[in-house]
């Protein structure tokens, strides 16, 4: 199974914020959306390109150095960069040993130089458990059946 396939399921809208988006403005999105991460992106339409990603690890950073002044300070100045992305035909599995490796929890999907998902260490491991539990109950009815 490839990212793709994730992004089939989950829907292939894409969050994000420009570069010269604000703390404070990553912040209430972060909040109003309930998610723990947003790509950070340059160019518009077609060529938006990922430039870093900006979580909740990078809130917390930013405000041990700065206090509330970091409130002000552009995305492009705190976000985590560069990034580490895979492509769409990414398997699961490969995406899910990367961000193990280098202890991350969310990964942008660029195709062609653009991006075309975000996927998040939950997304990768939801997937792995619905499919261990489909191959469990495909055994099951395989046993019972002989």
Do not use: N
């Amino acid at each position: 199974m490839t990212i793709g396939a994730i992004l089939k399921d989950k829907g292939g809208e894409v969050v994000s914020l420009a570069s010269t988006a604000t703390v404070r403005e990553a912040v209430a999105l972060l909040a109003e959306r309930r998610i723990g991460a947003v790509p950070v992106v340059d160019g518009e339409g077609e060529a938006r390109a990922v430039a870093g990603i900006f979580s909740e690890r990078d809130v917390t950073y930013c405000l041990a150095r700065e206090g509330a002044a970091a409130l002000d300070r552009l995305l492009s100045e705190v976000m985590t960069s560069p990034v580490q992305t895979v492509t769409s035909a990414e398997p699961v599995i490969g995406a899910l040993s990367l961000m193990t490796k280098r202890r991350i929890r969310h990964l942008p999907v660029c195709d062609g130089g653009r991006i075309v998902g975000f996927v998040s260490i939950g997304d990768l491991v939801k997937h792995r458990i619905d499919r261990i539990e489909a191959d469990a109950a495909a055994m099951r009815d395989y046993i019972q059946q002989a």
